[in-house]
Every structure is written in structure tokens, then in C-alpha cells.
């Protein structure tokens, strides 16, 4: 009797062991591919595709075009990491000081939550789960991080960023994004047009590129000044990230 009773939940034990496995080899195997192999899309694409048809939006489109860092402008990395990340090149997937400065933050203002998350963090995210905010998603996040930044050089981990990041409602990929707002290529845009661009990152769909609003211009120059403070061009340079 007993080894009746309890035989389904072997089964469901083995079933969820046997599925874990299957999305951690999958995820392996992205690490691996996608060290080298353009991304067709990533996980936050197909989410909001999935949620838009969901709701009956069927004239949605998770649109993105891939480009090499060669196809983008040098002010585009440069902007991301003067709004993001400006530690990118010299941490290991983790900024702990802005760890800190965040729960510490965040424990005096539950309405204002303050994120610390690196480029890094933000590609794992974007590339391979959903979006939100639970301590799983950030352990998984964490995990994915580390394998990403073992196999994965800087540059390699700038480029998939901005290929798959949002920059507003079905536009992923600074492509994208400079086809849309600007009517050029990416590796056209300006220091203006990329500090705009970075500016919106925060939160793409209630920052609009193609309408910004005074707090947005405001983030915009301030992103400009921190790129000049960062040295401009030569700090791609100095870390190979160009």
C-alpha cells in the first residue's frame, strides 16, 4: 500500500527532475551557440508576442534585426554603458557595490524600487527568461550570468544586448530601434541619438523614444555627460569592446 501511495509522487518528482534537466541543457546549449551564432529571438520577445496574441493583438510584432558590432555606432555600447553599467568592462557579471546600495535602498522605500542589475544580468535575463521581478527569476538570472560571462567575451555580451534589448512596443535591437525612430541604420546613429535610445532602457514602454518627455531629454543629457566623463570613443577602445 504504501509503495502504491507514494509512486505518483515519484512520477511527479521524476517528471519535474526530467523537465528541469531538458531547460538547463537547453540553456547550456544557448550559452554555447550564441557565443558565436546570431540570436533569432529571445525569451522577452517571445513573451510579449505570446501575451499580445493572448489578448487578441494580432497585429503585434516582436521585431528585431540582428547586427554585428561592426554594423553599430561606437556612441551606441558607449551609451548603454554610461546609463547601465558604467563598471561593465571590469566586473565579473556582478556590481556589488550597487548590490548594496540597492537593498539598502530598497529596505527604506518599498514604493521606489532600485535596481542593480548589469549589462550582463540584463542580457541572461532578456535572452533566456521572463520578465518581472521573483527570487527565482533572479537566481536563475544569477546562474545564467555566470555562465555567460565564462564563456562569453565583453564584446560578445554588448552585442547580444543590443540586439535583443526593447526599445519600445515590438521594437527589439538597436536596428530596429534606429530604423524606426531616426530612419537610419544603427551604425548611423549620433552620440545624441544613442544617449536617447539608452535613455529609454529603464522602462521602453512607458519611455517613448519617439515622443520623450522632459524626464527622458533630462536622462538623455545626462547619459551625453556621463559618455564625455567615461572618455568618449577611446574607452571602447581601451577595453576591446569596439
Known amino acids: ?3 502504491g501511495r507514494f509512486a505518483p509522487w515519484r512520477f511527479i518528482r521524476r ?3 526530467r523537465v528541469g534537466l531538458a ?3 537547453l540553456w547550456i546549449a544557448g550559452i554555447l551557440l550564441f557565443s558565436f551564432l546570431p540570436v533569432p529571438f529571445s525569451a522577452v520577445m517571445a513573451e510579449r508576442q505570446i501575451s499580445a496574441w493572448l489578448t487578441g493583438n494580432f497585429g503585434y510584432v516582436a521585431h528585431s534585426d540582428w547586427v554585428s558590432m561592426d554594423e553599430i555606432s561606437s556612441w551606441m555600447p558607449l551609451a548603454v554603458m554610461a546609463a547601465e553599467d558604467q563598471k561593465f568592462p571590469d566586473h565579473w557579471g556582478f556590481d556589488m557595490a550597487s548590490i548594496e546600495k540597492a537593498i539598502s535602498h ?3 522605500n518599498e514604493t521606489r ?3 542593480a542589475s548589469t549589462l550582463s544580468q540584463q542580457t541572461a535575463k532578456n535572452l533566456f527568461l521572463w520578465d518581472g521581478r521573483s527570487w527565482v527569476r533572479k537566481g536563475l538570472e544569477a546562474g545564467l550570468t555566470v555562465g555567460m560571462e565564462a564563456v562569453w567575451t565583453k564584446r560578445r555580451i554588448l552585442t547580444v544586448y543590443l540586439n535583443i534589448a526593447e526599445f519600445g512596443e515590438g521594437t527589439f535591437g538597436v536596428e530596429a530601434a534606429a530604423q524606426r525612430y531616426f530612419r537610419k541604420p ?3 546613429l549620433s552620440a545624441s541619438e544613442a544617449a536617447l535610445l539608452a535613455a529609454v532602457l529603464p522602462n521602453p514602454i ?3 523614444a519617439g515622443a520623450p518627455s522632459g524626464y527622458v531629454r533630462q536622462r538623455q543629457q545626462w547619459i551625453l555627460r556621463q559618455m564625455r566623463q567615461l572618455g568618449g570613443e577611446s574607452f ?3 577595453h576591446d569592446l569596439k
Do not use: P
Request: proline share 0%; charged share 30%; net charge positive.
Open 106 to 108: 530598497n529596505g527604506r
Open 236 to 238: 571602447l577602445a581601451q
Open 23 to 25: 531547460i538547463a541543457g
Open 206 to 208: 512607458r519611455f517613448k
Open 1 to 3: 500500500m504504501k509503495k
Open 186 to 188: 544603427a551604425s548611423r
Open 15 to 17: 517528471w519535474f527532475l
Open 113 to 115: 524600487i532600485r535596481g
